[in-house]
């Protein structure tokens, strides 16, 4: 089973749809957790860093839920160029993230 | 301020072959990470140095695969002999680590590699 697992999609949707992605850890262990997006044949950048009490910005707001060991991503308001592909990482260490771990990632497509 | 700089951006490739591919991390970077991305497998970590010295190697696949770090402006990841399921997209990443805190990892454009 991989550490970091997610579904790959593609999830289609119009402009200006609500998308929700879930991503689910299997280390209990895992402290640190991020989303990064990659857009095709580039390289990933981080989009934004996954706190327990959640954060939002701007249109995205993303959710960790330890108990059940998920992390989301809500993207409202979807734009063109929200397309790409969006990787869930997690880190084993809460004072060193060096080592992180990342899913597969989910594509996204927004269509007009 | 130039990001992270990799090369060859595109490297075509025998079975057999010594295939060497090179980074060159954010100045004043202290951490410095190689990754293997493929669609089945996802985006993998290779090995990372901290300090040009390397922490952690457990994600190179085989005795084939070799990291080095001579100085804190560049970095090599040498695969010898070279074999189709090589064939992948390698990316250089760095980051300025502090102890505490997490510090954004910053990737280069890759090197997509393809061994015939």
Redesign the interface.
């Known amino acids: 089973r991989k550490e970091v697992e997610q579904d790959p999609g593609p999830f289609n949707v119009p402009e200006g749809a609500t998308v929700a992605f879930n991503c689910t850890y299997s280390n209990s262990a895992s402290q640190s957790f991020f989303w990064y997006r990659q857009d095709c044949r580039k390289e990933p950048k981080l989009l934004m860093s996954v706190y327990s009490s959640g954060n939002e910005d701007g249109r995205f707001t993303a959710q960790l839920n330890r108990a059940s060991q998920y992390i989301s991503l809500l993207i409202r308001d979807s734009k063109l160029s929200d397309s790409a592909t969006y990787l869930c990482v997690g880190s084993p260490g809460a004072y060193n993230t060096d080592k992180l771990i990342f899913g597969t990632g989910t594509r996204l497509q927004v269509f007009p | 301020d130039a990001g992270v700089i990799q090369s060859p951006r595109h490297e075509v490739t025998e079975m057999g072959q010594e295939v060497t591919l090179r980074c060159k991390p954010i100045s004043g970077h202290n ?1 410095l ?1 190689w990754y293997r991305q493929t669609m089945m ?5 290779l090995i ?1 140095f ?1 300090n040009n010295v390397p ?2 190697d457990s994600g190179m696949p085989e005795d084939r695969f070799s990291a080095k770090m001579p100085n804190a402006s560049f970095s090599t990841l040498k695969i010898q002999p070279s074999e189709p399921r090589d064939s992948a997209v390698y ?1 250089c990443a760095s ?1 300025l ?1 502090a ?2 805190s ?4 910053f ?4 090197t997509r590699l393809t061994v015939l």
Request: hydrophobic share 25%.
């Open positions: 951490s990470f497998r996802g985006l993998e970590l990372y901290n922490i952690d990316f980051s680590q102890t505490g997490y510090n954004e990892q990737f280069g454009p890759g």
